[in-house]
């Protein structure tokens, strides 16, 4: 592996209403910056629905648990795809 590949750099970043100062790879930085930019339009998005009806923490519970939500199903549906090709390879055999 290459030293610089390695190399670490600060970023900072807005998320909702503090900004965060991280240390990334330059491979990671990119996807925290689209990270925090889809965390934040969530918090947007749930906050102009239920402003007049939910608590600030409740929203942002929402957002974690939406977002968690929308992982997880990805993660099963790639899991599950994984395993019908498995079975597809040996029912061919």
Same mark, same amino acid.
């Given at each position: 592996?290459?030293?610089?590949?390695?190399? +670490?750099?600060?970023?900072?970043?807005?998320? =909702? #209403?503090? #900004?965060?100062?991280?240390?990334?790879? +330059?491979?990671?930085?990119?996807?925290?910056?689209?990270?925090? +930019?889809?965390?934040?339009? +969530?918090?947007?998005? =749930?906050? #102009?629905?239920?402003y007049l009806h939910k608590s600030e923490t409740e929203i942002l519970n929402m957002v974690m648990l939406d977002i968690a939500f929308n992982l997880m199903k990805y993660k099963c549906a790639e899991r599950t795809s994984l395993l019908r090709r498995f079975i597809n390879l040996f029912k061919k055999h």
């Open positions: 592996m290459n030293g610089r590949q390695n190399e +670490k750099k600060k970023l900072m970043v807005h998320v =909702y #209403d503090r #900004d965060m100062e991280l240390t990334v790879s +330059k491979e990671e930085e990119q996807c925290y910056i689209m990270a925090a +930019k889809y965390v934040n339009k +969530k918090i947007n998005a =749930y906050s #102009d629905y239920y």
